[in-house]
């Protein structure tokens, strides 16, 4: 029962209602809809959501249910709430197998655990070190969820609010949260105010030895476990002394200016092109074109207004006078009402993605066969401005960045730096 009524707790804590609005493609009416997302597969609930009326979109991978004509959105949202908890407490464990779904050995040792109303210890978990690709993975990831001790269900909740209430992104929110879990769960019975500092830096050890995780994301870990002693708990950070490794720092990759001017010139869908204008021309990152809403567009002064970029911080971006004018074409094609980039719903921002394909697509159309994401055009933009003599302030406020450190790297892949190569005068190449 215990383990029943954490895993009702935790889904309630992850079962979300996200209201849109649908244009009709038959009508041209819009239609309110509801987005319902929860975070793994219970059959049972699946089955009593789709009696409510609740279907799943295929081309948008989501699940959805409409509002009913006349009435209120809130008030409706509360009365499917109400619904779906009431059947979590009917039904809390009711899945397809009896059990927690999830790969043969997870549901096999959960199943187990739950049996004997005890959890395995940390001793059992060697050799058995969270893998960061099965974090995407909802049914492994509930599978841990229903491994905590209502104890540390307490812990995932306060971290969760701490993070609330520091307005931490989303993105950011939900990474902390998988790899917090993944601590969690190998901590066992114990909690993580006794463990030592000796038991995290083993931690740390087995996850790098087992879990090939790379230089990044073993930092994902070490800011999400320190988040939890020094925000969480009010921790000094002289407690837990946790080794950062050396930053492995490629160099950015970049594309010819006459690579870009194919890929451009091959699109002819006006969004797409546009696309391809704004991440090259004005250097931004995916993001920022993504949550561009057209009162940022300044067509009296030519500029961008990138608000709550990285860090937080606000931004005005040049941009060219022939884009503005197309970015005006784009959105009145689109009848776009939010943002200046929209996807197949109204209202909702174009997906990363999609954006991503785009650019995929155009690079394949120009000829260029080594891999192209959008990021390296927000490179080619930096590296280009070096090349034509532009000041390195310039460039690093029209980027964003915080440190001028960082706008330096694209020094190392600017053409015009490279030093002469004494092959010249043996080879006598003039």
């Known amino acids: 029962m215990a383990q029943h009524s954490l895993a009702l707790r935790l889904m309630k804590m992850f079962f979300h209602l996200e209201p849109f609005w649908h244009q009709s493609p ?50 409706f949202a509360k009365d499917l ?32 655990a739950a049996q004997r109303d005890e959890r395995p210890s ?57 790899a917090f879990v993944y601590f969690l769960d190998w901590c066992g019975h114990r909690q993580p105010l006794d463990l030592s500092n000796q038991d995290i830096l083993d931690y740390m050890a087995l996850c790098i030895e087992h879990g090939a995780i790379s230089e990044s994301y073993q930092n994902i870990i070490i800011n999400a476990i320190k988040f939890y002693y020094e925000k969480v708990e009010g921790k000094p950070r002289t407690i837990y002394v946790i080794p950062r490794p050396k930053r492995y720092e490629p160099l950015p990759k970049v594309l010819d200016k006459e690579e870009i001017r194919k890929m451009i010139q ?22 920022e074109v993504l949550n561009l809403l057209p009162r940022d567009v300044d067509r009296t002064r030519g500029v961008l207004h990138i608000k709550r970029a990285k860090g937080k911080k606000d931004r005005d971006v040049p941009i060219h006078p022939v884009l503005i ?27 990363d993605r999609s954006v991503q394909n785009v650019v995929k697509q155009a690079a394949a159309r120009a000829g260029i066969t080594r891999p192209v994401t959008a990021h390296m055009l927000r490179h080619s933009y930096a590296t280009h401005l070096m090349e034509d003599g532009i000041d390195l302030r310039i460039i690093q406020t029209n980027l964003g960045h915080a440190s001028i450190k960082t706008t330096e790297i694209y020094t190392h892949v600017t053409r015009q730096l490279k030093p002469r190569s004494p092959l010249d005068d043996i080879l006598g190449v003039v």
């Not at 869908?269 to 993001?287: A, E, P, T």
Request: hydrophobic share 35%; charged share 20%; proline share 8%.
């Open 26 to 75: 038959r009508t041209g009416r819009f239609i309110q809809c509801m987005k319902v997302r929860y975070p793994f597969h219970h059959e049972a609930l699946k089955g009593f959501l789709s009696e409510l009326g609740v279907r799943y979109a295929p081309v948008s991978g989501y699940s959805f249910i409409v509002v009913p004509a006349g009435s209120d959105p809130e008030a």
């Open 81 to 112: 709430k109400q619904k779906v908890w009431a059947f979590l407490n009917a039904n809390p464990g009711k899945t397809r197998e009896g059990g927690v779904q999830g790969p043969p050995e997870k549901v096999a040792r959960s199943n187990a």
């Open 122 to 178: 940390p001793k059992a978990a060697v050799g058995k070190a969270p893998q960061p690709q099965s974090l995407s993975r909802p049914l492994q990831f509930a599978a841990m969820l229903q491994r905590l001790s209502p104890e540390q269900a307490l812990v995932l909740q306060r971290y969760l609010q701490m993070l609330t209430l520091k307005r931490y992104s989303p993105q950011t929110i939900q990474t902390y949260r998988s």
């Open 266 to 287: 091959g699109t002819t869908n006006l969004k797409h092109r546009c696309l391809l204008l704004l991440l090259y021309g004005s250097g931004l990152r995916l993001g």
């Open 325 to 351: 004018d197309l970015l005006a074409q784009q959105m009145i094609a689109g009848q776009h009402l939010t943002w200046v980039f929209e996807g197949n719903t109204p209202g909702e921002p174009y997906s």
